[in-house]
Every structure is written in C-alpha cells, then in structure tokens.
C-alpha cells in the first residue's frame, strides 16, 4: 500500500494506511504498510514528504517508526527529523537503539532538545549515557536545568530521587483558591506542563496536606487551601526504591505523590505515567531472568547477547551434570531394565513444569509484596496440596500407559516417581523463591536454575531408586 493516495494526493497519516482489520489488532503506533512507506520516500529522497508524514505523529510514534525502519535506513531518518527533533522521543526509544540515536546529534543539539524535556525524562535519557556524553550535554544545558538533572543524578540509581520530576505546584496553606487559581494562570515559568494534585506546604517547605485539582476547581474563590487538603496523603523518601514506589501507587490506587530529602522537605513529585512504567520494566526484568537471559533486547549485537546468556547455560550445562551423575548411580539398572531410559524424561519434565508453574505464581508474589512471612506457610501448603493432587492425577495416568506399554510393575513405579517429584516440585517452587529472597537474593534471577536441579535429581532417584528396589 502507497503512503499516497492513487490519484497523487497528499500523503496519508499512519492511521489512515491501516484497514479494519489492522485496527483491530493494532490500535497505537505505526503499522508496517506506513513504515515501508517512509523507507520509500527516503530512497527516493523526498525529504519533505517525509517530515509532512511525521510532524504530526506522537512522540511515542515517532520512536515506534525509528524502531522499526531498517538499520540501513534509520540513519537517513534521524537527519530527517533533526531539525526541530522532540527529544521526548529519545524518552520512549529502547535503551540500546537510543544510544545509536543520540550519537547522529552534536551536543549542543542534544542539549536544546533535552532542555524542553521535564526533569524526570531528561535524567533517563542522560543516565544511559556515557560519562563523556553526559558531560558534553550538561555543559549546554541551561545553568537551572543542569543544576536540577545533577542533583537527581546523585540518588542511586532505580530510587525515587531518579525518577520524579523536579517541576511541581506547592502552595501555603493560607493562600485561598481564587489566589491560589491567579498564580496557576500566571504562566510562571516553574509550574509544570502537567500536574493532578497541588501540595500544601508549610514554611519549612514541608508537606502538610494535598488537594486534588478538581478539588480546586469546584470550590469558591474564598475558600482557604487549608480547608479543602487532604491529610490522609502519602510521602515518598528520595531514597525509596522504584518498585517499592510502584507497590505504593497500586496499594493506595495513586495518581501522583511527593518526594522529600532526608529533612521530609518537598523536593519534587513521582506521577502515574512514570509509575506505568516502572511496573512495565519490572515485569519485563523478573520475566527475562526467569528465563536467564537477562537484557533481551532485540537491538543488542550478536556478541553482547550471546555473552548475557553464556553464564546462565553454564550453570544450567553445572547442574545438567549432577543429574547425569544420579543417573549413572543406576546404569546397572538402566541395563537391566532399557524401559526405564524411555520413560525418565517424562518423570523429570513433568516435575520441572509443574515447578516452573509454582515458582512464576511465587516470584511474581514476592515482586507485588502479596507473599510474606505471615502468608508463607499458607502459600507453601497450598502449592504443596496442588502438587499433590496433580500428581496423583497424572501418575495415574502416566502408570496406566506405562503399564500397558512395558508391564503393571514399570507403571506402578512411575507413578510413584512421578507422585513425589511434582509433590516436591510445589514444596521448593515456592520454598526457594522464599529463601533467595530472605538471603537478599533476587529470586527471579536464581530460582529456575535451582528448581530445575531439584526436580531432576528427585525425579531420576525416585523413578530409578524404585526401579532398583522393586524390579529388580
């Protein structure tokens, strides 16, 4: 499909290039038709078509576009776009693929569009940088924007003090709303492009109390800041950590909450939209290190992606090992009995999916602080229960075939292997989530490497064990 209409008209917005049924499966971003489209333009140069067909995409859309164009034609669409580039797209660009992006700017550039940024989006664009880059685009960066992004960049990477946004609306508590209404029309430069809720704040600059926006719009003139703020609100420390941040946002269902120093002084504010995206990239983080690949970014090099991986498959080649040497305590009776060589890996797959089942349910608890000590022992027995009854269902199942296939003895024995080891795959996929968090281990990182190894070397030693003990 054409970016232009057939009668040579002007061209067509993205949205415009997609059919119902495109509609249905994808209702933001670019679709492909519009990225062939502007690959098209750019080869044959039509440098102005191209910027008519993007001026007007969101900034998200455009960082969508630049995504997904080719390698060989990114480039060529970054100078497009340069002049008069909204840097808010670096915001929403894939980290790795950001980096590429922001070396086709000079760092005066890169410095006026990251000025226009709120305070929060510019430190996560440059905390991703090199020291020499940061350096380069903090010295031309406006003196009272470098002096706010430098301060954010002293908190520890992953806290509060790094992600909330320095541009806020505080007031006294004895302004009324008809001054507090005059100073927010003001078009003072401080006041932020977008906020949800005014802060109360004493002479210390503290907070003593917020009032929602809406709040502020429905009351009259006379009425008192102080009447109309809630006192049932909730700080955030600087130092907090971002996911702590996040599971105080879904707890108390927030919109936006202040972040104090030390001194609990008001220094700044965290909202939703940023708070989306933490629980996004926390997800995203527990998923990938469940599955022991680590940054999985589909823009990494070949080099760097095999290296994240490789000492994951060597710990998982160390364990693979160990439960070859329980199968060799038994080859004598693996020889006796060649039907036990056929039938193992049923035995240890099952444990290890139905672990893998227990452990993602415990991992994601821990994360969202819904699995505790004064829950465990419930989560624990629960899952252990679950084990057993699915057992005991597909050892009866597993023993029936077995049985008709190589004998009612092999059967039995199946199905107690099987019976034990998706018992102990409950028991440890939620037992060693909980002691990896305990020991300050991140569970998600640890855990399927351990579950695996457990349910292997219990499933071969049950199944064989029994073998020997009975068949032979």
């Given at each position: 499909m054409s970016l232009h209409d057939q009668d040579g008209g002007e061209p067509r917005p993205p949205h415009q290039l997609?059919?119902?049924?495109?509609?249905?499966?994808?209702?933001?971003?670019?679709?492909?038709?519009?990225?062939?489209?502007?690959?098209?333009?750019?080869?044959?140069?039509?440098?102005?078509?191209?910027?008519?067909?993007t001026?007007?995409?969101?900034?998200?859309?455009?960082?969508?576009?630049?995504?997904?164009?080719?390698?060989?034609?990114r480039e060529a669409l970054v100078e497009v776009l340069k002049p008069g580039f909204d840097a808010e797209v670096l915001s929403y660009l894939n980290p790795d693929l950001r980096e590429e992006v922001v070396e086709a700017f000079e760092p005066k550039e890169l410095a006026a569009a990251v000025a226009e940024l709120e305070t929060d989006d510019a430190v996560d664009l440059i905390q991703d940088l090199d020291e020499e880059q940061q350096r380069e685009i903090l010295e031309n960066l406006p003196p009272e924007t470098r002096a706010l992004v430098q301060e954010n960049l002293t908190y520890e990477e992953y806290t509060a003090g790094r992600l909330m946004q320095r541009d806020l609306v505080a007031v006294p508590q004895f302004w009324t709303v008809g001054r507090t209404i005059d100073y927010l029309r003001s078009g003072a430069e401080d006041l932020p492009e977008t906020f949800y809720d005014?802060?109360?704040?004493?002479?210390?600059?503290?907070?003593?109390?917020?009032?929602?926006?809406?709040?502020?719009?429905?009351?009259?003139?006379?009425?008192?800041?102080?009447?109309?703020?809630?006192?049932?609100?909730?700080?955030?420390?600087?130092?907090?950590?971002?996911?702590?941040?996040?599971?105080?946002?879904?707890?108390?269902?927030?919109?936006?909450?202040?972040?104090?120093?030390?001194?609990?002084?008001?220094?700044?504010?965290?909202?939703?939209?940023?708070?989306?995206?933490?629980?996004?990239?926390?997800?995203?983080?527990?998923?990938?290190?469940?599955?022991?690949?680590?940054?999985?970014?589909?823009?990494?090099?070949?080099?760097?992606?095999?290296?994240?991986?490789?000492k994951w498959l060597g710990l998982n080649l160390v364990t693979a090992f160990l439960a070859a040497g329980v199968i060799s305590l038994f080859s004598a009776t693996i020889e006796k009995v060649v039907a036990l060589a056929v039938l193992m890996p049923i035995v240890a797959s099952m444990g290890g999916n139905a672990g893998t089942q227990a452990l993602t349910v415990a991992v994601r608890a821990l994360a969202t602080r819904e699995l505790s000590s004064s829950n465990a022992p419930r989560v624990v027995g629960k899952e252990v229960l679950v084990g057993l009854f699915n057992g005991v269902v597909f050892a009866t199942l597993?023993?029936?075939?077995?049985?008709?296939?190589?004998?009612?003895?092999?059967?039995?024995?199946?199905?107690?292997?099987?019976?034990?080891?998706?018992?102990?795959?409950?028991?440890?996929?939620?037992?060693?989530?909980?002691?990896?968090?305990?020991?300050?281990?991140?569970?998600?990182v640890a855990s399927g490497v351990f579950l695996t190894t457990v349910t292997d070397v219990v499933g071969f030693f049950a199944f064989l064990g029994l073998a020997a003990a009975f068949l032979l």
């Open positions: 997609r059919t119902e049924e495109d509609e249905e499966e994808r209702a933001y971003g670019v679709d492909p038709d519009f990225v062939d489209s502007v690959v098209d333009l750019l080869d044959a140069n039509r440098v102005g078509e191209v910027r008519a067909v001026d007007d995409l969101h900034a998200a859309d455009v960082a969508d576009l630049i995504e997904q164009i080719d390698p060989d034609h005014l802060f109360v704040v004493d002479p210390m600059h503290r907070v003593i109390g917020t009032v929602p926006l809406s709040r502020i719009l429905r009351a009259r003139r006379s009425v008192a800041m102080a009447e109309l703020q809630n006192d049932d609100f909730h700080t955030i420390p600087a130092t907090m950590d971002q996911e702590e941040v996040a599971n105080l946002f879904r707890q108390y269902a927030l919109v936006s909450a202040p972040v104090v120093d030390a001194g609990d002084r008001l220094i700044g504010v965290i909202t939703v939209d940023d708070v989306v995206h933490i629980i996004d990239e926390e997800a995203e983080d527990d998923f990938f290190k469940l599955g022991g690949v680590g940054d999985a970014s589909i823009y990494r090099t070949v080099i760097d992606t095999a290296r994240s991986r490789l597993v023993g029936l075939i077995a049985g008709f296939w190589f004998g009612p003895a092999i059967g039995v024995v199946i199905a107690c292997a099987m019976t034990i080891n998706l018992f102990v795959a409950g028991l440890f996929g939620v037992m060693i989530p909980l002691a990896l968090d305990r020991f300050g281990v991140d569970p998600a």
